[in-house]
């Protein structure tokens, strides 16, 4: 296959498979279940299940299509070297970053809470980037992996649509990287965040990049 059309807003994008990657952002047990850090924040979890099964059908279309996949996650380093004083602090979490929760450390590399959820785990050759901040870009080598593969363009799903997913496609589309994002892969703790965050992407022209869904995008691709 050489380009695929995707019906789109604010219009269609032809991409290029061999060009593109799969980007999920921060699928992780920290965020989509119970005793984690979405959870401390005073979030209801449940919110974000909506994203998980349009992902799977995602990653299974790029898997076959052999495209770049990428997962994040949202973590830090076990002495929190990584983690600014500012982000532990921020709020009333129940639990703060670092300390010990149901699923281990909120928020800490390598710990259970850390992990990418069973029903997305990566499979060989998938790339994995850890991430201190919301972008995925940001004190990251995620650049480094796309150019050496000549990506031009991401298809970014995750959670949580306002917070990390934006964040980096805000970096992607400054970087030069054309976004487009599934709206049903992506999901927020906050309904009304999420249809907006959309809106913010797609509104001027597609100001930042194109929201579509999982269904037009395989449809194009498959
Ligand atoms: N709290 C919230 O909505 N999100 C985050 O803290 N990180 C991500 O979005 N991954």
Known sequence: MSTALIDAEPGPIAIDPAHTALVVID??????????????????????????????RLLAGARQLDMLVIHTREGHRPDLSDAPPAKIARGAPSLRIGDKGPM??????????????????????????????????YATDLQLVLSTRAIDTLIVCGVTTE???????????????????????????????????????????????????????????M
């Open 27 to 56: 699928m992780q047990r920290d965020f989509l279940e119970p005793g984690g850090f979405g959870e401390t924040l005073g979030n209801d979890v449940s919110r974000l299940q909506s994203a998980v099964a349009p992902i799977q």
């Open 163 to 221: 917070v990390c997913v934006h964040t980096t496609v805000r970096e992607g589309n400054d970087r030069g990287y054309r976004c487009v994002l599934p709206a049903d892969g992506c999901a927020s703790y906050f309904p009304e965040f999420h249809e907006i965050a959309l809106r913010m992407i797609s509104a001027q022209g597609g100001i930042f990049g194109w929201v579509s869904d999982s269904q037009r995008i395989l449809a194009a691709l």
């Open 104 to 137: 281990g450390r909120i928020l800490v590399r390598g710990e259970a809470g850390h992990a990418i959820i069973p029903a997305l785990q990566p499979i060989p050759g998938e790339v994995v980037i850890d991430k201190p901040g919301k972008g995925a870009f």
